[in-house]
């Protein structure tokens, strides 16, 4: 099973109520709140309610109504920041796994905006 859930994890606990958090935006499928140690002005994490691991288990196994809302509220949140006005832009990213570098495995996209975000990666080896 490539998708193995842990019902442990922090964000698991922040949607159970175990563990507060600085909510953004709350719908049927999706919740938002601000990073606990945000690396721009705006450091907002956006998770399904349900018990994805990754962005493919979700793109893979999630439901289009979670799908659909997912993506809404991401939408609606960059609009409501108002970090695309002039033109200035943000970062969405997703890590997976250990090469990805993921600390806490449900998925999230982290909404970074509010600075020059530099290059995207640096190869090294
Ligand atoms: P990852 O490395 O998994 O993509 O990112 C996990 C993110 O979760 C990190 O940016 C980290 O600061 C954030 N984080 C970890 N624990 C908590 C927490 O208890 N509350 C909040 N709001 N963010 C957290």
Redesign the pocket.
Known sequence: MPYAYDDQN??A??LRGE?P??TVADTEHTLA???????APE?I?VIPKGPYVTADHFANEASEAEIADFWRTLGKIVIEIGVDEEGKGHRL???AGVD??????HF?M?ILAGRPMGPMLLMRD
Request: glycine residues 4%; charged residues 20%.
């Open positions: 922090i964000f606990k922040i563990i958090n600085s709140f601000r990073d606990i140690a945000p690396k450091h994490l990213i997703a890590n990805g570098v993921q600390e806490v495995p999230h982290h």
